[in-house]
């Protein structure tokens, strides 16, 4: 087991051990910055509702044996609770996203200030913006988005970071925010995708490597590849990707199911919702 101030990841389907949230206290769309907050933005955010659905997700982590670190939620920062944004862990070292939006990166003072507190080492990144929600890690390879958010010269300062890795590129398309909207890998042979979101090369490349598990146009808007593996197979999921779910299921996945429709109406699900710091390698 790791200890309690390392972060450690080598994939997003080892189990999970330590994680950070935000509570959506104060979850609103005020800047539309993609389809689905533009479609919700008449009715924007129940947050009643949403807090007691990231309650019943966070119940969810600690059930499984995670310890969940909270972030102190600010008035102004209504986007806080998607906290994979803001950082992610590859293999021993945790990076400080540099956010894209000037606010957004009010919330990474909020992660390092945390960081120092609980003395998990982090590496801050300058220069160009690059997003968490972009990036994931499997073994020694890290695919990451190039976006709106992310920049190929970020992408590029990363890489000296991490020699060791190979890193893949994968371009989006249309309106996907983050990768994770687009892709998501749950095992080291299989992966969720919605193909139109990512060019015919990104899509051609993964096909290579993974046995990829198809998400349909409505479940994406659902954020049906935005789920979260825990470790030992078990993925937490929207009940409403019910194509989604019953795939998972006879693949041989355990599918745990968690209301979160609320906070999807902001263009985020469980991935966004979890800044892993720690996974157990198996």
């Known amino acids: ?25 104060y979850m609103a769309i005020t800047e539309v910055i993609n389809e689905t ?14 807090t007691t659905q990231h309650h019943n997700f966070v119940q969810v982590l600690k059930n499984e044996g995670v310890k969940v670190d909270y972030l102190p939620v600010k008035e102004q920062l209504n986007e806080q609770v998607f906290t994979r944004d803001i950082g992610f862990s590859l293999g021993e070292t945790l990076f400080i ?12 003072d909020i992660l390092i200030n945390f960081l120092k507190e609980a003395t998990i080492p982090f590496k801050p990144l300058v220069g160009a913006s690059i ?7 499997d073994g020694k390879t890290i695919y990451i988005g190039v976006s709106n958010r992310t920049s190929i010269e970020a992408i590029d300062k990363l890489a000296q970071h991490l020699p060791e890795y190979e890193i893949c590129n994968l371009s989006l398309m249309g309106n996907i925010l983050h990768l994770d909207c687009t892709f998501n890998i749950i095992s080291p042979t299989e992966a969720l995708i919605y193909r139109p979101g990512l060019t015919e090369t990104s899509v051609t490349l993964l096909e290579k490597r993974y046995s990829l598990i198809d998400v349909s146009a409505d479940e994406q808007f659902t954020l049906g590849t935005n789920v979260l593996s825990i470790g030992n197979k078990k993925i937490i999921s929207l009940p409403n990707n019910k194509k989604v779910n019953a795939t998972l299921t006879k693949r041989g996945y355990q599918v745990i199911e968690v209301a979160f429709d609320e906070i999807i109406k902001s263009g985020g699900s469980f991935r966004c919702c979890s800044l892993a710091i720690t996974r157990e390698k198996g």
């Not at 087991?1 to 206290?25: F, G, Q, W």
């Not at 996203?97 to 990474?108: F, L, P, Y």
């Open 131 to 137: 997003e968490g929600g972009d990036v994931l890690i």
């Open 37 to 50: 907050q533009k479609h919700f933005l008449s009715d924007n955010i129940d947050t009643f509702i949403a």
């Open 1 to 25: 087991m790791p200890m309690k101030n390392e972060a450690i990841c080598h994939s997003e389907y080892d189990k999970l051990t330590r994680v950070v949230v935000t509570e959506p206290k």
């Open 97 to 108: 996203a540099n956010m894209a939006s000037d606010i957004r990166r009010q919330e990474t």
